[in-house]
């Protein structure tokens, strides 16, 4: 694991959006593998600064969301697809047919899952991946105990889960129980992987990931096993390694 520590949530922000352009200009038709939460949010406005002020294009990029809720439609402001788009897909030249995120509306769930393996399939892998780090080591929605062997499914969120993310709700009964998200396995595949942590809140399972042992118990600790993973994070988070 590479560890690039940085000196506040804005140069990892910073930091992450240099090598994404640096990969998009080297192959335009990238495959990105992306996340949601607040941490990703400072990323995604230095991509757009970038394209609005040195023109990096997207226009042959194709984008694979980690996750999204299931019952809630895409319109819905706390789904992921209306992150997306408001956070990033808006406001660069990506055309929205070129982006992916699990539907969690779907009549059948258990076939929505096989579709979205079978698109990273047809896209050739995922190229690039950014990955976020829950409080309890989850990665994507994949909670403590998921197997590493897991490919995209249906989670049952933890309360855990459900309490950090309550606020991006009115209020916590309005946070969904359940989500799609890629698996572990699903994320083991990416081609390289960059996390991101920022604030003293990931600390602890900063610290729990890089020197704990790989365990399914702690999810993010799968990470060791990949060959090509950055940890890009700010001091805060990096204060118990
Ligand atoms: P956050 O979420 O970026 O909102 O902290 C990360 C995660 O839960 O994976």
Do not use: W
């Not at 694991?1 to 335009?28: C, G, H, L, W």
């Not at 996750?67 to 990033?88: A, V």
């Not at 990931?202 to 610290?207: E, L, R, V």
């Amino acid at each position: 694991m590479n560890i690039i520590r940085t000196s506040s949530y804005e140069e990892m922000s910073m930091q992450a959006a240099k090598i994404i352009i640096k990969q998009v200009k080297n192959n335009p038709a990238l495959t990105l593998g992306l996340a949601t939460g607040s941490t990703p949010i400072g990323l995604y406005k230095e991509l757009i600064n970038d394209h609005h002020n040195n023109g990096t294009s997207y226009k042959d990029v194709h984008t694979i969301n980690l996750d999204e809720y299931i019952g809630l439609p895409k319109d819905n402001p706390s789904s992921y697809h209306f992150f997306m788009k408001h956070q990033l897909f808006n406001y660069i030249d990506l055309p929205i047919e070129q982006t992916n995120v699990p539907n969690g509306t779907a009549e059948d769930l258990e076939r929505e899952c096989e579709r979205y393996e079978e698109k990273i399939r047809q896209l050739g892998g995922i190229d690039l991946q950014i990955l976020g780090i829950g409080q309890n080591g989850h990665i994507g929605f994949n909670e403590p105990g998921t197997s590493f062997e897991s490919r995209t499914h249906i989670v049952q969120l933890t309360e855990n889960t459900i309490e950090v993310n309550s606020r991006f709700f009115n209020t916590i009964d309005e946070v969904p129980t359940k989500s799609i998200t890629m698996g572990i396995q699903t994320i083991l595949e990416c081609k390289e992987i960059i996390l991101l942590a920022s604030g003293a809140s990931k600390a602890k399972a900063i610290a729990r990931m890089i020197n704990g042992p790989v365990s399914e118990e702690f999810p993010a600790s799968c990470l060791k096993k990949h060959p090509n993973v950055t940890i890009i994070a700010d001091s805060d988070a990096l204060q118990l390694v």
